[in-house]
């Protein structure tokens, strides 16, 4: 037996079927094949009935979902790669500059501040003495001179910051713009929708109508033979055991039985 794989749907996907099978039970009412809607199965029965066999009805459109799968996969494989190609030449224009910003932006607000508190620690610490060393003032001064660079490197730090929120806040917005669905893409997916509801969900649900020994909770029918899309396997071929096909039947014959009277050579009369 030789089998390939059944198209079956991506995660992503799902939500689409599931759209797809809701908007043909609401619009039901429109289509004359639908009549008979809520006679004897109403919508939610339908749809339980259609999500249990949701592998047959997305087979009926396997040709166009897996054409509508390669060409998604084709655009976000070209997308990447250009996304990947401006990073890279974006990231050699702005490392060198970015990378001395940021090391400056960190460090110097640090190595400020730590002088700053040596020297005006070590400043009134001799001041305290008597007689006062006459360096401690300029110890002080030293001290206070690092204190304002500190304000300094914490004030060009935070507006570092911003403005590189800006910019990257700026890009973002500009990227979001630019995005729009290709008109291949959307040609296969409404291929797609359409292949799936007009030769999957709708007959499904008009036979299921249709078929008065259908019903709730029976097992799934299958879609007819003419709409009945090829999996690529078929069935074993077998036999019943009455049936020859071809075969000879082994020969029998009974063993060769003689009667008591009969002893053999050695027992002849002499």
């Known amino acids: 037996m030789h089998m390939t ?9 799902r939500p689409e079927f599931d759209r797809l099978l809701d908007e043909a039970l609401r619009t039901a009412n429109e289509r004359p094949e639908l009549a ?14 259609a999500m249990g066999a949701s592998a047959i009805l997305t087979a009926a459109a396997a040709a166009e979902y897996n054409h509508f799968v390669k060409v998604r996969e084709d655009l976000r494989d070209e997308a990447l790669t250009a996304s990947g ?11 060198g500059g970015a990378g001395v910003s940021a090391i400056v932006a960190v460090l110097a607000p640090v190595l400020a ?16 003495l008597d007689p006062e060393p006459a360096f401690a003032k300029t110890m002080l001064t030293a001290g206070w001179l ?3 660079l500190t304000v300094a490197a914490l004030l060009f730090a935070v507006i570092g910051l911003l403005v590189t929120a800006v910019r990257n806040s700026s890009t973002e917005v500009a990227a979001e ?3 729009v669905i290709p008109d291949e893409l959307s040609r296969a997916r409404e291929a797609w929708r359409n292949a799936l509801l007009e030769r999957g969900i709708m007959p499904f649900l008009r036979d299921a ?3 008065p020994s259908t019903r709730p909770g029976s097992p799934v029918r299958r879609l007819p033979s003419s709409r009945m899309p090829n999996l690529g396997y ?20 009974p063993p060769d039985f003689t009667s008591p009277d009969f002893g053999g050579p050695e027992h002849e009369s002499e």
């Open 177 to 179: 713009e630019t995005v």
């Open 5 to 13: 794989s059944a198209p079956h749907l991506l995660t992503e996907d």
């Open 209 to 211: 109508l249709a078929d």
């Open 113 to 128: 501040g730590t002088a700053m508190l040596i020297f005006l620690l070590v400043g009134y610490s001799l001041k305290m």
């Open 85 to 95: 190609r401006a990073g890279e030449h974006q990231d050699d224009g702005q490392d």
């Open 234 to 253: 078929t069935a074993p071929d077998f036999t019943s055991p009455g049936t020859s096909g071809g075969a000879t039947r082994p020969g029998y014959s």
């Open 36 to 49: 008979a809607l809520g006679e004897r199965l109403n919508a939610e029965q339908l749809r339980t009935m």
């Open 146 to 148: 690092f204190g304002a």
